[in-house]
């Protein structure tokens, strides 16, 4: 299974703010849209990701200010892409390697999805799914 495997039921929305946006305005969106992390994106750049775990660690912890402190400073500006026809191997292998949940999906250097570690699990139990029952089909004959 590939990632635009992935993208085509999840589909390929993608939520994102500005550098310039404070860590609170980026708290906001993600808590209505109900997700663990944003990406930062200037025009069509990718510029970073933030997560729930960076304003623990980077606001909460260090005892600054969520609303005076722009997501910039706090991102994470190395961010691991895939492409959509890299496969759930390489994500597992990705995230896991570079202990990340989530991978922003790329076409031309322009963000096309971002996949979660919740994304790529639940596909290898679908088609996990799909090779038990072909094994059970097999061994009932």
């Known amino acids: 299974m590939t990632v635009n495997q992935i993208l085509s039921e999840k589909g390929h929305e993608v939520f994102s703010v500005h550098s310039a946006t404070t860590v609170y305005e ?3 969106v993600m808590s209505e849209k109900n997700i663990g992390a944003i990406l930062i994106i200037d025009g069509t750049e990718l510029k970073g990701i933030f997560s729930e775990r960076d304003y623990a660690r980077k606001i909460v912890l260090k005892d600054k200010t969520s ?9 994470e ?5 895939v492409k959509e026809s890299d496969d759930l191997e390489t994500c597992m292998g990705m995230m896991s390697g570079k202990r990340i949940r989530h991978l922003p999906v790329v076409r031309d250097d322009t963000v096309v999805g971002l996949v979660s570690v919740g994304d790529v699990v639940k596909a290898i139990i679908e088609m996990q799914k799909v090779t038990i ?3 059970n089909s097999y061994i009932s004959q």
């Open 77 to 81: 500006s190395t961010v691991f892409t």
């Open 26 to 28: 980026a708290l906001q």
């Open 133 to 135: 029952e072909h094994l």
């Open 67 to 75: 609303r005076e402190t722009p997501v910039s400073a706090i991102m």
